[in-house]
């Protein structure tokens, strides 16, 4: 990953760590309460293994339950506004899953905190597509996120 150790903000280490928890979660099939528990214990409260890329012990702990816990209550309604913005032909699930939760997690962002601009959500995710995948992906995310942000963010002006 791109990012050295502490290099980013709080909330965007909450950002990162929400990925990487969801897509734990993902590959385990262990409980959501019981990944996100393990999860904060793990990253959020110790210090990082020398094998670890990111240091996440200063993540925004309130960021990242809110978005843990919102992508998996909101799941199916998430991929409902996704979906038809990934383009002709393609269904969620063949979407990578890593890219999936980075989509979820976005579109739950712009959706609920409008206190923050999109641009600066959007940023956030696809800077994190960059370090978690590549650049393709990222201008995937980029222009997946960009048809949200204009659909979803004008109907609550």
Not at 67 to 88: M, Q, R, S, W, Y
Not at 123 to 147: H, P, Q, R, T
Request: a negative charge; proline letters at 3%; aromatic letters at 8%.
């Amino acid at each position: 990953m791109s990012k050295e150790k502490n290099a980013f903000s709080r909330r965007s280490a909450a950002r990162y760590a929400a990925i990487q928890a969801l897509h734990q979660f993902h590959l385990r099939g262990e409980s959501s309460i019981s990944m996100m528990h393990e999860f904060e214990a793990h990253f959020i409260n110790n210090h990082p293994h020398e094998e670890e890329d990111l240091d996440l012990r200063h993540a925004d702990r309130t960021l990242f339950t809110s978005l843990f816990e919102g992508v998996i209550i909101e799941n199916d309604d998430l991929k409902a506004i996704i979906t038809p913005h990934l383009g002709e032909g393609w269904t969620f699930d063949r979407v990578e899953p890593l890219l999936r939760w980075i989509l979820l997690l976005g579109t739950y962002e712009l959706l609920r905190s409008h206190h923050i601009p999109a641009a600066v959500i959007m940023n956030e995710y696809i800077e994190a597509a960059k370090d978690f995948v590549d650049l393709k992906e990222a201008s995937f995310i980029n222009g997946v996120l960009d048809k949200i942000v204009k659909k979803v963010r004008e109907q609550t002006v």
